[in-house]
């Protein structure tokens, strides 16, 4: 039965026909639906039901998705009585056969071929050609699936997301330009009439120098430390929340439309490796039954009892699997700390090797040597340890032996999360909230081997750093990890297949074989598809980038959303061009990615609660202009935040040597709040510390609650589910209760008619009577040889 879908009214309406209009020339140029305003009622097949269904040919009525899954299911539950096991999977596993895949629709290329599926696709949606187009989103669930179409209608409404991001963010980076030559603090510190000598960098070799010599980077520092990246920080924890509940808005509409709202998780099936485990158990405890057995009665009753119950894996089962993943995981965990505090290591030694240079040039620019050569290091070192986690998440969860596919991926991702994102973010964290903490004082330095200072932060604030730190690795993995990889790999991995494919041949020349290869040929020659996990995790962990430290960067989301047009098409022709057709798989939601996502974006606002107040020079110079300033400007800000100390305190041994100015220096600056040298409790913190210390925290607690307050107040104001699918799917159920009532009816008033009719008959005392009622009866009858009754179908429906 066919119903009418209600259309939205008024100026919504007006809007959405207007928007199509405008947006034409962006439609992918595939097949619509005829009749976009009339929708069948859904209701799973039943053989016994046929009578349900509109069943015009046969072989048409299941698409090939469809077709495909239900092979699938066949293949999977056939059983393979020599080896005791169960489906296709397992003949793999015991390399009986070597794969098991769903066919290609035919060529992707070739102007002389008929029309495909697949050709479709790679015109309209797999090029680069096409970037500019919206992805054909029923086109692509229809041949791979629901699972891998919620993954591109994700991924699309995400890189449709970050264009409103991008431009706040390069908003507010022009902000910072133009602001940049009215910023009095840059000025002051450029100003070199301000002779602030400061205390030297390292001991020995290190001179006092002057502020002004770092007035680029207190001026590069303004564009991204300036009052509107707070705004930004805000507004970016609302868009985060937006995005999810659009998400869920148009996840639940595709739902609607794909008819998935009333799927039910199927009864999955063990994995083949869960069932040789529960196997091995099995023989091993009937081993040890038949040898502890005297009586061959009680071993054979035992050995009944055993198979009749249904045996998994228990906790014992299953305990060195979990030590295993425990211990492993937490040494991983170590690793990356350990790469992290090595690349520490490596900045603090070699600036002090270039310190001792006799190149001034060299001496000048050790700063920024440093920071790029570590940040270029701990890029090489994240690529490589990512694959290395990849692999061991894997095996660690191979080791635990999941029962189902489904508790397999779910164990897999979490895995490969944790550790990825501890190895993508470690040395981000460093450098926000660590590095230029524990550094000391002049005269009382803490020391790294007892003879390197722990390095501090440049004159203008670790922020710059941190920008610089995000800005190359977050490139650095789009470029490297996600865009080179993902082409080159595929390619070598095809040339190498080629090269051993055409080896094979020379030795085994078939002459019954048929010049032109077969489909299933074809498909074999591309690489196995290995699931979406990979393609989700390196967009997660973009987005983790763009959420937890853009108060830093505000053009992260500009640099994702580049990354992610190309992101699209590259997917997009690798699952047409390069990878076997996958399982069509029929999912209604994203699975754990959304609690993965929801979790980011909550500690997103944490994050950048702790950056404003903590890395940045927002909070002290917010205390300065309202709590110490005199004329409530920031003049005079500079000198404010540097502490006096007496260079005859020095230990000794660590004063510059051949300094030619060292006679004249009596005092020189370092940036913290202390006490001077002439106080009764010199150089300890003073009270401007804990007043700026207070009001850090407290920005902490406020803007924490704020944008959590307004995040919920976001949530609650969208509804999860858009108000027009919410009526249809009321309408549809409503529809499909009324349909099968009124079938039953007209059965009901069938089944009465031809009992009094077949009354009579018998009354009249005819034979036909009776054996119309016997075939009656027959006809009636269950599988199980009762009466169906009326209510027990009501029932069932």
């Not at 054979?300 to 995981?329: C, H, Q, S």
């Not at 853009?550 to 190309?566: E, T, Y």
């Not at 549809?732 to 059965?747: N, T």
């Amino acid at each position: 039965q066919m119903y009418e879908i209600t259309e939205e009214g008024g100026i919504l309406k007006k809007f959405n026909e207007i928007w199509y209009k405008l947006t034409e020339p962006l439609q992918p140029q595939v097949p619509q639906q005829e009749n976009t305003n009339m929708k069948s009622l859904f209701y799973p097949f039943s053989r016994e039901k046929l009578y349900l269904y509109n069943i015009k040919d046969k072989d048409t009525f299941f698409d090939n998705a469809t077709r495909s899954r239900i092979v699938r299911e066949i293949l999977k539950r056939t059983s393979s009585k020599s080896r005791n096991s169960m489906g296709i999977g397992t003949l793999i596993a015991n390399n009986v056969y070597d794969a098991a895949y769903p066919l290609h629709d035919g060529e992707y290329e070739g102007q002389n071929d008929c029309m495909n599926e697949r050709k479709l696709l790679y015109r309209e949606w797999a090029r680069y050609g096409v970037f500019y187009k919206f992805q054909p989103i029923d086109l692509i669930r229809k041949y791979f699936g629901e699972k891998i179409g919620l993954y591109f209608a994700w991924l699309g409404l995400y890189t449709e997301f970050l264009i409103p991001s991008s431009v706040v963010g390069i908003i507010v980076f022009l902000y910072g330009c133009i602001t940049i030559e009215s910023d009095i603090p840059s000025k002051e510190m450029c100003d070199q009439r301000n002779a602030f000598t400061m205390c030297p960098l390292c001991e020995k070799f290190c001179d006092y120098w002057n502020l002004s010599s770092a007035c680029a980077t207190a001026r590069a520092s303004h564009l991204f430390d300036n009052p509107a990246t707070v705004f930004f920080s805000i507004f970016m924890a609302l868009w985060a929340t937006m995005f999810l509940e659009q998400w869920k808005r148009l996840q639940m509409r595709l739902s609607y439309f794909w008819d998935l709202t009333g799927l039910e998780e199927e009864e999955e099936h063990p994995r083949p490796e869960y069932e040789t485990k529960l196997l091995q158990k099995k023989l091993k405890n009937k081993n040890i039954a038949t040898e502890n057995s005297n009586e061959v009665r009680c071993n054979l009753f035992f050995l009944l009892v055993l198979d009749d119950e249904k045996e998994k894996l228990t906790w014992n089962d299953r305990m060195p699997g979990y030590a295993a993943n425990f211990g492993l995981i937490l040494f991983m965990i170590m690793l990356t700390f350990s790469a992290v505090f090595g690349v520490i290591i490596y900045r603090i030694t070699t600036a002090a090797a270039l310190s001792f240079s006799t190149n001034e040039t060299t001496r000048s620019n050790v700063r920024v040597t440093v920071t790029a050569t570590a940040v270029i290091i701990n890029l090489v070192v994240i690529l490589i340890l990512d694959e290395i986690y990849g692999a061991v998440a894997k095996w660690l969860t191979e080791i635990e032996v999941p029962k189902t596919e489904k508790n397999f991926e779910e164990r897999l991702i979490l895995k490969a999360f944790l550790l990825k994102f501890v190895n993508s973010y470690a040395p981000i964290f460093y450098v926000a909230f660590f590095k230029g903490r524990f550094v000391g004082r002049p005269g009382r330095y803490v020391y790294v081997f007892d003879s390197y200072r722990m390095e501090e932060c440049a004159p203008g604030g670790c922020l710059m750093e941190l920008c610089i730190q995000l800005s190359i690795i977050m490139l650095g993995k789009q470029l490297i990890q996600n865009n080179l990889f993902e082409i080159g790999i595929p390619k070598i991995k095809k040339l190498f297949r080629k090269l051993k494919d055409e080896r094979t041949e020379l030795k085994e020349v078939d002459t019954n074989q048929s010049k032109d290869p077969q489909q299933w040929d074809l498909d074999y020659a591309l690489e196995p598809f290995t699931g979406l996990t990979p393609e989700y995790m390196e967009m997660i962990i973009q987005f983790g980038f763009v959420t937890l430290f853009v108060a830093s960067f505000p053009l992260a989301p500009l640099f994702a959303l580049l990354n992610n047009i190309i992101e699209v098409r590259l997917d997009a022709k690798k699952f047409v061009t390069e990878l076997r057709r996958p399982d069509t798989v029929r999912e209604k939601d994203i699975g754990i990615w959304y609690n993965i996502l929801s979790c980011v974006g909550k500690l997103s606002v944490i994050i950048n609660a702790f950056v404003i107040a903590v890395t940045s020079d927002f909070i002290p110079r917010l205390m300065y202009q309202y709590a110490y300033s005199q004329n409530g400007t920031m003049h005079g800000f500079i000198n404010h935040t540097l502490s006096y100390f007496n260079v005859s305190h020095l230990k000794a041994g660590t004063q510059p040597e051949n300094s030619p100015f060292a006679q004249d220096v009596l005092f020189c600056r370092f940036k913290d709040y202390r006490e001077p040298p002439w106080s009764p409790n010199q150089y300890e913190f003073s009270k401007q510390y804990w007043a700026v210390l207070s009001a850090r925290l407290a920005f902490v607690v406020l803007f924490q609650n704020l944008v959590m307050f307004l995040s919920v107040l976001v949530d609650w104001m969208i509804p999860d589910i858009p108000k027009d699918i919410s009526e249809q799917i009321k309408k549809e159920k409503s529809m499909l209760v009324d349909f099968f009532l009124k079938e039953e009816h007209e059965k009901l008033k069938l089944i009465e008619s031809f009992i009094a009719h077949d009354t009579e008959k018998n009354k009249s005392g005819t034979k036909g009577g009776k054996i119309r009622a016997a075939s009656f009866s027959q006809f009636n009858r269950s599988p199980k040889g009762s009466f169906a009754s009326f209510s027990s179908q009501h029932t069932e429906v």
